[in-house]
T-cell receptor
Framework: ETGVTQTPRHLVMGMTNKKSLKCEQH?????MYWYKQSAKKPLELMFV???????ENNSVPSRFSPECPNSSHLFLHLHTLQPEDSALYLC?????????????FGPGTRLLVL | GQQLNQSPQSMFIQEGEDVSMNCTSS?????WLWYKQDPGEGPVLLIA?????ELTSNGRLTAQFGITRKDSFLNISASIPSDVGIYFC????????????FGSGTQLTVLP
């Protein structure tokens, strides 16, 4: 595997379900991100992990719970979601070098909450 | 928060035509990135720009980092059907590591 991978690619869940999204990066990067992409909206940054430490939480509801066990893996645990949480969830990774970085994205998980 | 103004929002062009899109900001950025996103997929990095005035090509794609550091453009020459998709610009401000600001995207349609 190369780059950034995400599983599952598609997920349908009820509002009472608990599910998890998984992201893995094979680029040796030290930062990982979760983004939410809704139709006709710019990408929304949800969480940032820098060297496995969460450094950013952009006012995300507690029904979204991230986990970063190591610098290559990132999870997003979902519980009691709402229909408006249906979106494409994108994972990204980057390496900070000399103050600049380039983020590389995974293919995303298309989530539908019924 | 900071936003990037990306234009145009959508474009319909004939196959073989050249395309130009741009992003502007009221703030200075030290990195400009251009991504392409196909339906149901994640954004794929096309070109990264790290220096004011930098002009970089990737095949038929050319992007420039504006001299003022507040804008960037992307050109696609001799468009082909597989160029269809949404093109996003993204910028990183100095001192804002781990924070990219994204444009709202340009939807490109290439007509045969």
């Amino acid at each position: 595997e190369t780059g950034v991978t995400q599983t599952p690619r598609h997920l349908v869940m009820g509002m009472t379900n608990k599910k998890s999204l998984k992201c893995e990066q094979h680029l040796g990067h030290n930062a990982m991100y979760w983004y939410k992409q809704s139709a006709k909206k710019p990408l929304e940054l949800m969480f940032v992990y820098n060297f496995k430490e969460q450094t950013e939480n952009n006012s995300v509801p507690s029904r979204f719970s991230p986990e970063c066990p190591n610098s290559s893996h990132l999870f997003l645990h979902l519980h009691t979601l709402q229909p408006e949480d249906s979106a494409l969830y994108l994972c990204a990774s980057s390496q900070l070098l000399a103050g600049v970085e380039t983020q590389y994205f995974g293919p995303g998980t298309r989530l539908l909450v019924l | 928060g900071q936003q990037l103004n990306q234009s145009p929002q959508s474009m319909f062009i004939q196959e073989g035509e050249d395309v130009s899109m741009n992003c502007t900001s009221s703030s200075i950025f030290n990195t400009w990135l251009w991504y392409k996103q196909d339906p149901g997929e994640g954004p794929v990095l096309l070109i990264a720009l790290y220096k004011a005035g930098e002009l970089t090509s990737n095949g038929r794609l050319t992007a420039q980092f504006g001299i003022t550091r507040k804008d960037s453009f992307l050109n696609i020459s001799a468009s082909i059907p597989s160029d269809v998709g949404i093109y996003f610009c993204a910028g990183q401000q100095f001192g804002s590591a781990r924070q990219l600001t994204f444009g709202s995207g340009t939807q490109l349609t290439v007509l045969p």
